[in-house]
Each structure stands twice: as structure tokens, then as C-alpha cells.
């Protein structure tokens, strides 16, 4: 059986690193099977666009532009859950259900936001800031969190700003990345299906391995992915307690 993928957990450089390794293990391509080879080559075509877009944005002035901002909208979302974190186990009852309330509005709004792209961190974020500016100003005064939450909403909206320029400069007839991206996974998830019922269909020494070490490939993958997803939740955290312990001369 074929090992189960979550591209989500991916950044770009590594989904294209991923997709690379996997193309790889079937070998030159006159020694492809038939049946997989529209397949194969389909993935390869949108890996070689994804190439394309990553050499185009190593010259690009707004690669860095978004970088940063998506950088600080990170930080000042995390300092604002932290607050709200901080709330929700207080010992005075009515700061302790603000902060539960608003907690699970973040819960439920931004849930696994380290591994969201711009795009649909962008509109968790804009989700959960509407919700609040709407209905939930009364727990932002208990637990003292407005000029927190005031700081994410703007640093949301200064995101908004560059991205809204960096396409406004596109060049004519480039690819974006999150559609290529999209077709890429999609491509890969059919190739992976087919050799998995092939290799189980008609028993084939090569074709079992070639799904053997694509399972590796996946599990080896997935456990980087994972460990860089912590180490990048704990970076964050420390950088949001030493922001909060700056920003209150706390030690």
C-alpha cells in the first residue's frame, strides 16, 4: 500500500525538493511503464513550472518584501495569542472566560497556521479579526488585549498591502506559485494512486520497489517536515515572550 501524503505540511522549496527525489526513483524514462507515463510526465511538467516560478522570484524585490511582512504579521498574531493564552488560565473569573472565549475563536479560525501559505493564512486571519471587531470587543477590553489585537490586525493589513503590489508587478503570462503548486499535488497524488493499484494488480519486482521507496521518500519527508514545523512554532513562541517581556521590562 501506498503511504498516505500531507503535502499541506510542505513548504515550496521542499514540495519541489519532494517531487525531484520521487521522479527520480522511477528511473529514465524509456524504461517507464506506458500507463504511468502520461502521469509521470504531467507531474513533471508542473515540477520544471514550479522551477520556472522559483527563478523568476530569486530576482523578484518583492520575494523579501512579502518575507518580512509575512515575518511580522507571524510574530504580532503569536504575541496576541500568547496575551489571550495568559487570560484564559487567569484566577479573576471574568478575564479567565474573556480569554477562553476569544481562545477558541483563535483556535478555530487559525488552527495549524505555521503551515498555511500566504493565501489561506491570510484569510484565517482576516476571518478571526472581523469576528472579533464585530462581536467580541468586550473580552478584548477584559482581558486588556486591544492594543495586542490592534497591533495584528495592522501588521494583517500591511501584508495585504505588499501582496496586493507584487501582483499589480506580475509580469504578464507567469505562473503563480499556489496554482502550480495546486496541479503539482494533484499530479502526484494520481501517479502515486496508479502505481500503488498497478504494483498490486499485476506483481511487478521493479514497480514494488519503485512504491517502496516512495514510501520511504514520503515517510522521510513527512518526519523533516514535522520537526521544522516545531522547531518554527518554538522559535516563534520565544520571540513572542521575549517581545512581551521587552515590551512590559519584565526580568
Known amino acids: 500500500m501506498m503511504t498516505t501524503m500531507n503535502y499541506s505540511m510542505l513548504d515550496n522549496g521542499t514540495m519541489f525538493s519532494f517531487c525531484k527525489h520521487a521522479l527520480s526513483l522511477f528511473g529514465n524514462e524509456e524504461n517507464i511503464a506506458p500507463t504511468l507515463l502520461p502521469f509521470y510526465n504531467k507531474a513533471k511538467k508542473y515540477h520544471n513550472m514550479m522551477l520556472n516560478i522559483f527563478e523568476k522570484e530569486s530576482i523578484d524585490p518583492y520575494t523579501q518584501k512579502k518575507a518580512t511582512a509575512d515575518k511580522n504579521r507571524n510574530r504580532s498574531f503569536y504575541a496576541f495569542k500568547h496575551i489571550v493564552s495568559a487570560c484564559a488560565i487567569c484566577s479573576k473569573e471574568s478575564i479567565q ?43 478584548l477590553e477584559e482581558c ?27 509580469p504578464d503570462g507567469l505562473p503563480k506559485m499556489t496554482d502550480t503548486r495546486y496541479e503539482l499535488t494533484k499530479e502526484l497524488r494520481s501517479l502515486f494512486n496508479l ?57
Not at 486591544?146 to 506580475?170: H, N, T
Open 144 to 170: 486588556n488585549a486591544i492594543v495586542w489585537f490592534e497591533e495584528m490586525e495592522k501588521d494583517q493589513v500591511r501584508f495585504e498591502s505588499v501582496m496586493k503590489e507584487s501582483l499589480e508587478d506580475l
Open 97 to 139: 472566560t474573556a480569554g477562553k472565549k476569544l481562545m477558541s475563536l483563535i483556535n478555530k479560525h487559525t488552527k495549524s497556521l505555521s503551515r498555511l501559505g500566504y493565501k489561506k493564512q491570510s484569510s484565517a486571519e482576516i476571518l478571526l479579526i472581523d469576528e472579533i471587531r464585530k462581536e467580541h470587543m468586550a473580552e
Open 195 to 251: 502505481v500503488d493499484l498497478l504494483s498490486q494488480a499485476t506483481p511487478d519486482d521493479e514497480l514494488i520497489r519503485v512504491r517502496e521507496r516512495i514510501n520511504q521518500l514520503i515517510l522521510d519527508t513527512m518526519s523533516k517536515a514535522r520537526a521544522v514545523d516545531t522547531r518554527k512554532k518554538n522559535k516563534l513562541k520565544k520571540d513572542v515572550e521575549n517581545d512581551i517581556d521587552n515590551e512590559y521590562d519584565v526580568g
